[in-house]
């Protein structure tokens, strides 16, 4: 049974920092793409980042462009999002994912349960 399990998260004031990680098990994903969404209480999953099987190629959006990077440690199956200048309004639950496929293409395949960011003013 596939299982992606998240650490790092937390309670940080706005402008702080949290690193989280995300850690892949039964099966091999270290070279399948990976991404990282959030959901606020009464808003929609919305995507954050994704990056290819190589670590080569990442996406974000536009929102976090600039404060966020997602990186991966293919030795170790691991996913890590590190946030910087965090902002109230990335209060969230963060979920990391697994596809298939090299690329992050279509919906993933495989959550976390999530791990709760939670950013004061």
């Known amino acids: 049974q596939v299982q992606l399990v998240e650490s790092g998260g937390g309670l940080v004031q706005s402008g702080g920092s949290l690193r989280l990680s995300c850690a892949a098990s039964?099966?091999?994903?270290?070279?399948?793409?990976k991404g990282w969404f959030r959901q606020s209480p009464g808003k929609e999953r919305e995507f954050v980042a994704s990056?290819?099987?190589?670590?080569?190629?990442?996406v974000y959006a536009d929102s976090v462009k600039g404060r966020f990077t997602i990186s991966r440690d293919n030795a170790k199956d691991m996913v890590y999002l590190q946030m910087n200048n965090l902002k109230v309004e990335d209060t969230a639950v963060y979920s990391c994912?697994?596809?298939?496929?090299?690329?992050?293409?279509?919906?993933?395949?495989?959550w976390g349960q999530g791990t709760q960011v939670t950013v004061s003013s």
């Open positions: 039964g099966r091999s994903f270290s070279r399948t793409a």
């Open positions: 994912c697994a596809y298939w496929g090299f690329v992050p293409i279509g919906p993933p395949d495989y």
């Open positions: 990056i290819n099987g190589s670590g080569g190629s990442t």
